[in-house]
């Protein structure tokens, strides 16, 4: 609930500009060093952008169902006879939570088996029956049943949605195409708050709140319907004519060869068997696995809920008192920030963000701790407190925000992509609850100010891993970035050179 909050933005649609003059077809999605000469330069006569905007709809369910609660709970408990009863209405809220993680690890199996589109289809269920139970409930089980069958849904979306975009994206804007998703996620956030105005006005509005998300659901499994599949995947179970049909459909008859020159150069059509979750933790694949957990598992102990929980009374100790404005500061340095993200994701690349992003973090957490502390600072200690709360937003939006969801479908081989990515956005899921179930009770005992240094400790030490471990993707093909972290066996690669020969 807590990271859904910081992603709210009255100014959400404003980073829609910034990113669709950078989204134009690239000509080489292939290296061309590894292309013979006859099959390069074909120019692009197709687009993703369509299709991407399909698979964002996931996105914008998942911050609106994150979001949605949070203004209809007080009434929605007084209808269902649970306003004295904060246990139940905690359960309202968490099950959610605790759906998603389920969701994130089935939807990994789910994508490998049936394939992405399908995956997506097969997601809308959860999603708008979800939607509706909550919508029609008369009494907390039927809500928390709907909430926690929405919560499998978002858990499903939020893993496929930055992989399906990241396998259809041309090369020079996979970035930029990929940080959409963050942006969606917001316009989500941003609808929920727009849906609950009415509330003042009509208590019982919180169940057409609910029931508008069947909608998007309903329009998402549609999409899908038309959207053409994976070629990676298609490539990987061996259904060639469908991979070239997906290809002339997502970047025009011209790409056909040169792609799939890279998808078979890189060992995708191998004859090795579907991976299971055993396989993950092997030694060809347990370092890039490593990473991905890594990343969110920092991602979550770099302190952005806690950023979000106390930003409210942070800004009030400035004389900010009004919530709506602090939320709407918040939410800005959150888009600008991952507006900066992604006009420089595809040239400064996505290693140099994330070290840029957890280095002002780990300077923003000191300055936050040092303002409720340091007594010659006690003057300024609001003012103070203010400006590290923005730069810490400003800094995550940067990279820490947006990249691992772009980054991990780079870097995940194209056998153990999906499995890899619900592995990794489970570890958020969990590490999300935990953080959310024991971080009062840690603030308690050692204090805000102790827990800020704390925080500011695990920024710099992220700064070390991702400069030792995190390889840099920008420009590179999936397929290159796969020969190197994650080289087919020998026999694959002999078997390929004697298919082109």
């Known amino acids: 609930m807590l990271i859904g909050r910081l992603r ?41 952008l369509p299709y991407v905007g399909v698979a964002c709809l996931g996105a914008i369910l998942f911050g609106y169902h994150l979001g949605v609660v949070n203004g209809a709970l007080e009434y929605l ?15 309202v809220v968490s099950t959610t939570l605790a759906g998603a993680t389920v ?44 909430r926690l069958l929405a919560g499998i849904g978002i858990g499903i979306s939020s893993a496929l949605v930055p992989l399906y975009i990241s396998e259809i994206s041309p090369t020079e804007i996979r970035g930029a195409l990929g940080t959409i998703n963050q942006l969606f996620i917001c316009i989500g956030i941003l609808a929920a708050l727009v849906a609950g105005l009415p509330l003042a006005q009509n208590p019982a509005w919180w169940r057409t709140m609910f029931g508008i998300s069947i909608v998007p659901s309903i329009l998402l499994a549609l999409g899908m319907a038309v959207s053409p599949e994976s070629p990676r995947w298609l490539f990987q179970q061996g ?35 579907d991976a299971n979750w055993f396989d993950l933790f092997s030694k060809r694949y347990w ?34 008192a009004s919530d709506v404005a602090a939320s709407a500061l918040v939410g800005a340095a959150n888009v600008f920030g991952t507006m900066i993200a992604s006009s420089l994701m595809d040239k400064q690349g996505r290693k140099s963000l994330l070290i840029t992003s957890f280095s002002g973090m780990a300077a923003s957490m000191l300055l936050l ?19 590290g709360t923005v730069l810490y937003v400003l800094s995550f939006a940067l990279g820490a925000g947006p990249v691992p969801a772009l980054l991990l479908p780079e870097i995940f081989a194209s056998r153990i992509r999906a499995k890899a990515v619900a592995l990794s956005m489970g570890m958020h899921w969990v590490s999300n609850f935990f953080i959310g179930l024991y971080f009062l009770s840690v603030v308690n005992k050692f204090g805000i100010s102790t827990v ?28 290159e970035i796969e020969r190197e972290l994650s080289p087919p066996s020998k026999a694959d690669a002999n078997a390929f050179l004697v298919s082109d020969q």
């Open 452 to 479: 800020y240094l704390g925080f500011a400790s695990v920024c710099a030490l992220a700064v070390l891993y991702i400069a030792g471990n995190v390889v840099e993707t920008k420009g590179r093909s999936l397929e």
């Open 369 to 387: 701790s040092l303002s409720f502390t340091w007594k010659a600072l006690a003057p300024y200690s609001g003012t103070l407190a203010v400006v």
């Open 8 to 48: 709210f933005s009255f100014w959400c649609t404003m980073g829609m500009s910034v990113l669709h003059s950078r989204l134009r077809i690239v000509q080489d999605v292939a290296d061309p060093e590894d292309i013979p000469s006859d099959k390069l330069q074909a120019k692009s006569s197709g687009s993703v």
């Open 287 to 320: 370092k890039v696995v490593s990473v991905g957990a890594a990343l969110f598992l920092l991602q979550q102990l770099a302190g952005i809920n806690a950023v979000v929980y106390y930003s409210t009374s942070v800004f009030r100790s400035a004389g900010i």
């Open 77 to 91: 408990s007084k209808d269902l006879g649970i306003a004295e009863n904060a246990v139940l209405q905690g359960w």
């Open 103 to 146: 969701g994130s690890f089935t939807g990994g199996a789910l994508a490998d088996k049936l394939g992405r589109t399908r995956t997506f289809i097969l997601d809308a269920i959860p999603l708008a029956v979800g939607a509706f139970l909550s919508a029609t409930a008369q009494d907390v089980r039927t809500m928390i049943i709907g």
């Open 239 to 273: 259904k060639i004519s469908q991979a070239e049909a997906a290809i002339k459909k997502l970047y025009g008859k011209e790409k056909v060869t040169e792609v799939m020159y890279d998808l078979k150069a890189s060992g995708q059509g191998s004859n090795e068997p």
